[in-house]
């Protein structure tokens, strides 16, 4: 193990999971990254690789053939992972977040129909919220749901579906007036779908389409896409719980664990730029040796440490706080915002000490320059963070006047 980002506590079950996964990352992820990034091509093997570890259900409960892990099992994992290329992590991450809302909201009978098959691998989730026309501002979704007989009809546009080909399984998020008169504020008036599909793109169920991959600058390999539901037909049974108007919540239950994923995310990316920095500092000789020796680039060095340790601790933090049950917006808010500030600085601290060779794509740092700036804006960008943050704080320390 690497002399940073250490963790106190770990039970040795957990211990040995994450050396497994360790391992993994070393042996099959980290030597084929690059190329398969620069391919923008979708690691299969790597992900069949996850699937044996038993990755997919690592925190779904045994009775559902799961690990029954906890969060902060789960993040580690996340951080090792991240190291290696943080496309991956985002693959299992959103199925994740599915399997999670599912565990915590749904009926007995969509935790027996799913959680199995999810914990195995089969069936691979993805969830969605946003949309074309909005990006923080949930409120404003226009997609929507109606009632017909046993049946809903779906219609709308979501954007920014990590796994959208790939999954088969999606938690759509929409608005559904039923049972929510006019009037009522928009929050309590959004239900959760959980929509079954097959994988691909195209029309991949009757009134369902995915039109294909959106080009991005980086966290390339893993599909993002939209989603167009023309005429959906969901039946009844799949709403998230069995009861409408509880969508945004159970979706930010599931938006807060997956901050804590996204710091998890920064804090792996952040350590694998400062052990490239670090490595090519002491290779790179200048004025007669290595630039490790020059107090410039050692007070680089020192400063991403510490970036990479601080970082590594918010996340744990978080993590610990949601699994014992408390409320942990403020502490994932901080970690997430923290994680990913911190990421985007060490890693460009990495690609400056890397000098001209930084820009070539020979280099693994390149991949990570261009993977950083994801994080900004993932599960929420930094103002959002800090508004949660603010209103959190004040409701913390109410002036009493």
């Known amino acids: ?94 199925h994740f977040i599915v399997a999670y809302m599912l565990k915590q909201h749904g009926t007995d009978e969509q935790k027996e129909y799913f959680l199995p098959r999810m914990a195995a691998g089969e069936i691979r989730g993805a969830f969605s919220m946003s949309e074309p026309a909005l990006g923080s501002d949930v409120s404003a979704i226009t997609s929507k749901a109606v009632k017909d007989g046993e049946e809903y009809v779906l219609n709308g546009q979501k954007m920014w579906l990590t796994n959208g080909g790939t999954s088969t399984l999606v938690a759509v998020l929409v608005k559904s007036d039923e049972g929510h008169p006019q009037g009522t504020a928009p929050h309590k008036s959004m239900t959760t779908f959980l929509v079954e599909k097959e994988p691909g793109f195209g029309e991949v169920r009757p009134g369902l389409t995915i039109p294909g991959k959106i080009d991005k600058m980086g966290y390339k390999g893993v599909d993002t896409t939209e989603l167009i539901m023309d005429g959906l037909r969901i039946p009844a049974n799949r709403v998230l719980g069995g009861v409408t108007g509880r969508g945004f919540y159970q979706m930010m239950d599931g938006v807060e664990v997956g901050r804590v994923n996204v710091a998890a995310r920064g804090c792996g990316v952040a350590q694998r730029a400062f052990e490239l920095g670090v490595s090519y500092a002491q290779q790179r000789h200048t004025f007669g040796k290595p630039i490790a020796q020059h107090q410039a680039i050692q007070f680089k060095l020192a400063e991403m440490a510490t970036k990479v340790e601080a970082a590594h601790a918010m996340m744990v933090n978080a993590a610990r706080k949601k699994d014992s049950g408390e409320r942990n917006d403020l502490e994932a808010g901080m970690a997430k915002y923290l994680a990913s500030e911190y990421c985007k600085e060490v890693v460009e601290d990495a690609f400056r000490i890397h000098g001209g060779y930084g820009f070539s794509k020979e280099y693994e740092i390149e991949r990570l320059y261009r993977e950083a700036p994801m994080l900004l804006i993932g599960e929420g960008t930094a103002e959002i963070q800090k508004m949660i943050i603010g209103r959190r704080l004040l409701e913390e320390y109410r002036f009493q006047g």
């Open 1 to 94: 193990m690497a002399r940073l980002a250490q963790t106190a506590g770990l039970t040795d079950i957990q211990q040995e999971i994450l050396s497994t996964v360790r391992d993994f990352v070393d042996k099959e992820i980290i030597p084929v990254a690059t190329e398969l990034e620069h391919r923008d091509e979708y690691p299969q093997q790597i992900v069949d690789g996850l699937k044996e570890l038993g990755l997919f259900g690592l925190m779904i409960p045994e009775e559902y053939g799961g690990l029954g892990e906890s969060l902060l099992t789960y993040a580690l994992c996340v951080e090792e992972i991240a190291r290696g290329w943080m496309s991956v992590s985002g693959i299992i991450n959103t």
